[in-house]
């Protein structure tokens, strides 16, 4: 690919408004926290800081301003990640953000065939390898069940050991006793078909007085 655009500022702005941009409305349109409007000001933002790195630093260090780029963006990166008892969310987002600006650094100094070539492999890598990814979350989903139930001696472990029957693995789990009541918290991994199995199974058992999935 040998792109011959005008080294002008118009179209190194105009260029991040339209990279900024696909990879904006991708974001957008999956709801993430970090979306269209976000992705393009990030982009048209470290070009900006490149061009005037390069100006302001003719002679002495041409980097000196860009190069605190990788550092800003590292803080609008970290507030769009959230940590739940589901997970870890946002880190794509993230590394959407990272990858942006460096896009838009590649603009801000004039190499175009990168930052749009660059463009393409993130579009590629968000939207169809998420095809993927719900494969293999299909394959080996992490949930958290949460249960209550009386209390029955020498019996409130029977619904770990329905988890296993249901050959689910058990990463975490808590259980507390109110009274004759249990109530019992599960972080278990396993393919989709068998926390469905699993699911259906609790649903149909009349003595769980509480069930949340």
Known sequence: MDLH??????????????????????????????????????????????????????????????????????????????????????????????????????????????SILGCVLVLAVLFLFSFFDRFLDSLNQLRQYRATFPYEEKHHHKYEQLIKHYKLKVVSRSQSKIGNTIRGTWVVTGSEPKHHAFIEHMLSDESITEFDF
């Open 5 to 114: 655009l005008p080294d002008t500022l118009i179209v190194k702005l105009l260029l991040a408004l339209l990279i900024g941009g696909a990879i904006g409305l991708e974001r957008e349109l999956r709801s993430k926290s970090a979306g269209f409007r976000t992705i393009i000001l990030i982009c048209l933002g470290a070009t900006l800081f490149t061009i005037l790195s390069q100006q302001l630093g003719v002679g002495i260090a041409p980097d000196r301003i860009a190069s605190n780029i990788v550092v800003g963006i590292g803080f609008l990166g970290a507030g769009v990640i959230f940590r739940s008892e589901k997970g870890v969310s946002g880190i794509t987002t993230a590394a959407s953000i990272w990858l942006t600006a460096a896009l838009g650094m590649g603009i801000g100094c004039g190499n175009y065939e990168a």
